[in-house]
């Protein structure tokens, strides 16, 4: 995934809840990265550890050139931005998250929460000491499920691309007009941010048009957070990618593409109708 954003390609995602059932059926998809949402699902430590191990799937790794999971599991964690919480992303990182989503960003001081959150502290001497981590240490969940040592997790879970080397995604949903204002000195003066999403539901909301994302208004708004990305290099997400939208939203830069599957009922559809004629 990280490396999909680093050479300018495109990722595709998708949330689901943490259910392992669920991450069972994500198994086997083409996905690049699923994001375990619980912000609107209950927050289920033992359930999303259990969705992070079911989304593993050993045939793929076996075939590949690299332990790391061939679906980088994300979690959106449930606290907002200015709620300044650290414990949800401690806890998935532990669990051997590869990023953490963080919705409602709306500040500097927010981000620089966001990715503090997500490293380890070190001397205030040492390269790349801001922002400054508060992540606790107890990695060794986060090291089996990553297929690493101890060791190797310390060198190699820093935030990306802060560190180039890094493997721990820090994506911020913007998902207000004061998020969209604060974005230019976010961006400018908090490093480690790797992807920014526009919370289009949200943003929808308090334009006073709720869920009409075509809107005049909230386009732009999602218009204003792709140039000011574009302009720094920072890859944005789009969280509703459908068949029909696709190629506008390729033409329009987004990178991070998040789509979710469609339910069908071919069969309940076409009985349903049969029955109906007959009766």
């Keep these: 995934m990280i490396s999909g954003l680093a050479e300018g390609r495109h990722v595709f995602a998708s949330f689901a809840a943490a259910d392992p059932s669920i991450a069972v059926e994500f198994s086997t998809t083409d996905y690049d990265a699923l994001v375990f949402e619980t912000e609107h699902k209950p927050w289920d430590a033992i359930a999303l550890r259990d969705s992070l191990q079911y989304l593993l799937n050993r045939r793929q790794i076996f075939g590949a050139d690299s332990l790391a999971a061939p679906i980088a599991p994300l979690v959106r964690v449930p606290t907002n931005g200015g709620e300044k919480a650290q414990w949800h992303a401690k806890q998935a990182l532990d669990l051997g998250a590869y990023g953490i989503v963080w919705p409602h960003v709306t500040s500097v001081r927010e981000a620089y929460n966001a990715v503090a959150a997500c490293r380890y502290p070190r001397l205030p001497d040492t390269p790349l000491y801001e922002p400054a981590g508060v992540r606790g240490?107890?990695?060794?969940?986060?090291?089996?499920?990553?297929?690493?040592?101890?060791?190797?997790?310390?060198?190699?879970?820093?935030?990306?691309?802060?560190?180039?080397?890094?493997?721990?995604?820090?994506?911020?949903?913007?998902?207000?007009?004061?998020?969209?204002?604060?974005?230019?000195?976010?961006?400018?003066?908090?490093?480690?941010?790797?992807?920014?999403?526009?919370?289009?539901?949200?943003?929808?909301?308090?334009?006073?048009?709720?869920?009409?994302?075509?809107?005049?208004?909230?386009?732009?708004?999602k218009r204003r957070i792709l140039e000011v990305c574009t302009e720094r290099g920072v890859a944005v997400g789009h969280p509703h990618v459908t068949a029909d939208n696709v190629k506008q939203v390729l033409d329009d830069g987004y990178r991070f593409l998040m789509t979710a599957p469609v339910r069908s009922y071919p069969g309940l559809e076409l009985g349903r109708t049969l029955t109906r004629s007959i009766s």
């Design 137 to 221: 240490d107890s990695p060794a969940a986060a090291a089996r499920y990553w297929g690493v040592s101890a060791k190797e997790y310390y060198a190699r879970s820093d935030v990306w691309p802060l560190d180039p080397d890094g493997e721990i995604l820090v994506a911020i949903m913007i998902e207000s007009r004061r998020g969209v204002e604060s974005l230019p000195d976010i961006l400018d003066q908090v490093p480690g941010i790797g992807l920014v999403i526009p919370g289009e539901g949200d943003l929808s909301q308090e334009l006073g048009v709720p869920r009409q994302y075509d809107h005049p208004r909230v386009a732009e708004s």
